[in-house]
C-alpha cells in the first residue's frame, strides 16, 4: 500500500513526466524550425524516453494497490533564443527533475516504504545520465557556436540518437 502522501507525489510525477515529454516535443519542434533536425530527432527521443518514465511509474502506483489521477498538462515553452539556449533549457529542466526525484525519495525515506525507494533508485541513476549527456552538449554547443560548419558536424552527431524504449524489471512480470 501506498500512503496518500506518496501516492499524490508519485502521480505529480506522472504529470511532471508528461510535462517534461511535452517540453522536449516542444523543443524538437523549434530545433525543426531552426533547420536544425539532428536536434530535433535528439529532442523527439528524448520525449519518447520521458513517457516511458511516465508509463512507468504509472504501473508501479498500480502495482503498488495505488490510484493514477491523470491531470492537465501544462503548455511547454516554445519559443527560444537560439539551440543553446534550447540545451541550456534542456540542461536546467533535467536538473529540476533530479531535485523532484530526491523528493519523492526523501518522502519514501520518510516513511520507510523500501520497497518505493527501490523503485526509485533506477530515476536516480539515471538522472545522473540526463545531467551528464546535457552538459556535455552544452559545452560543446558553446565551443562551436560561432562556427555554422561546427553546429551542423555536432547536428549530424544528435541526428543518430535512436530511440531505445525504458522497460523497468517490475512491469515485465
Ligand atoms: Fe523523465
Known amino acids: 500500500m501506498l500512503s496518500k502522501n506518496l501516492e499524490k507525489a508519485l502521480n505529480d510525477q506522472i504529470n511532471f513526466e508528461y510535462y517534461s515529454a511535452y517540453t522536449y516535443l516542444a523543443m524538437s519542434a523549434y530545433a525543426e524550425e531552426m533547420d536544425f533536425p539532428g536536434a530535433a530527432n535528439f529532442f523527439k527521443v528524448q520525449a519518447q524516453e520521458e ?5 512507468i511509474i504509472y504501473n508501479y502506483v498500480f502495482q503498488k494497490g495505488g490510484r493514477v489521477e491523470l491531470e492537465a498538462i501544462k503548455k511547454p515553452r516554445v519559443s527560444y533564443d537560439n539551440i543553446l539556449d534550447v540545451f541550456e533549457e534542456g540542461l536546467k529542466h533535467e536538473q529540476m527533475v533530479t531535485k523532484r526525484i530526491y523528493n519523492l525519495a526523501d518522502i519514501a525515506l520518510d516513511e520507510k516504504e523500501h520497497a518505493t525507494m527501490s523503485f526509485l533508485r533506477w530515476f536516480i541513476d539515471e538522472q545522473v545520465e540526463e545531467e551528464e549527456s546535457f552538459s556535455n552538449l552544452v559545452k560543446k554547443i558553446k565551443r562551436a557556436s560561432d562556427s555554422l560548419a561546427n553546429m551542423y558536424m555536432i547536428d549530424d552527431e544528435l541526428a ?9 524489471a517490475s512491469e515485465q512480470a
Open 51 to 55: 513517457l516511458d518514465h511516465a508509463r
Open 160 to 168: 543518430t540518437r535512436t530511440y531505445v524504449p525504458s522497460i523497468k
